[in-house]
T-cell receptor
Framework: DAGITQSPRHKVTETGTPVTLRCHQT?????MYWYRQDPGHGLRLIHY???????DKGEVSDGYSVSRSKTEDFLLTLESATSSQTSVYFC???????????FGSGTRLTVV | GIQVEQSPPDLILQEGANSTLRCNFS?????LQWFHQNPWGQLINLFY???GTKQNGRLSATTVATERYSLLYISSSQTTDSGVYFC??????????FGKGTKLTVNP
């Protein structure tokens, strides 16, 4: 979707290294989310943000941190990547008028 | 937490057939959405439907909140309808809980 972009699209990293994934939106939506998608688990919420510098944990937040210094950017950081964090990561944005969610194209992260 | 179950897990159709996908949820919800994940991984929001019925072209959805289920109807299916269909609900928190999805394959 043109209003939300994720970078990088693919990344391979080594165990123990830090990794930052970026989500950028041009829709000026207040709410932003990070999900991970794994076979057998569907999509699970990692962290979300309800405004600049306002963030909270989701159901699988251990090992992840987030930051939102501007409305348009939401960063997900793996401080020390582990093989269990190999996954596809999706960013989503939402407004509270339509309640619709728009997802980014995803980042495929492989931790070796 | 709230549980979301989708059925069937897999569905194979011939082009032109109709289908019904079901989503059951365990508690009251204030937000229910249907998504389609295409074979390239892109997630597309189909419907926001916490109650009632909506239609968009060949797709329609009905949610009966009092009975805790939602149905997604696909009529005259096309090969481009293939992918995984997810139901997701929110119970008042910020967490949108996804079901495990129905994988639809439409053969030409």
């Amino acid at each position: 979707d043109a209003g939300i972009t994720q970078s990088p699209r693919h990344k391979v990293t080594e165990t123990g290294t830090p990794v930052t994934l970026r989500c950028h939106q041009t829709e000026n939506h207040r709410y932003m989310y990070w999900y991970r998608q794994d076979p057998g688990h569907g999509l699970r919420l990692i962290h979300y943000s309800y405004g600049v510098k306002d963030t909270d944990k989701g159901e699988v937040s251990d090992g992840y941190s987030v930051s939102r210094s501007k409305t348009e950017d939401f960063l997900l950081t793996l401080e020390s990547a582990t093989s269990s964090q190999t996954s596809v990561y999706f960013c989503a944005i939402s407004d509270r008028v339509s309640y619709g969610y728009t997802f980014g194209s995803g980042t495929r992260l492989t931790v070796v | 937490g709230i549980q979301v179950e989708q059925s069937p897990p897999d569905l194979i159709l011939q082009e032109g057939a109709n289908s019904t996908l079901r989503c059951n949820f365990s508690d009251s919800v204030n937000n229910l959405q249907w998504f389609h994940q295409n074979p390239w991984g892109q997630l597309i929001n189909l419907f926001y439907i916490p109650s009632g019925t909506k239609q968009n072209g060949r797709l329609s959805a009905t949610t009966v909140a009092t009975e805790r289920y939602s149905l997604l109807y696909i009529s005259s299916s096309q090969t481009t309808d293939s992918g995984v269909y997810f139901c997701a609900v929110r119970d008042g928190s910020e967490k949108l809980v996804f079901g495990k999805g129905t994988k639809l394959t439409v053969n030409p």
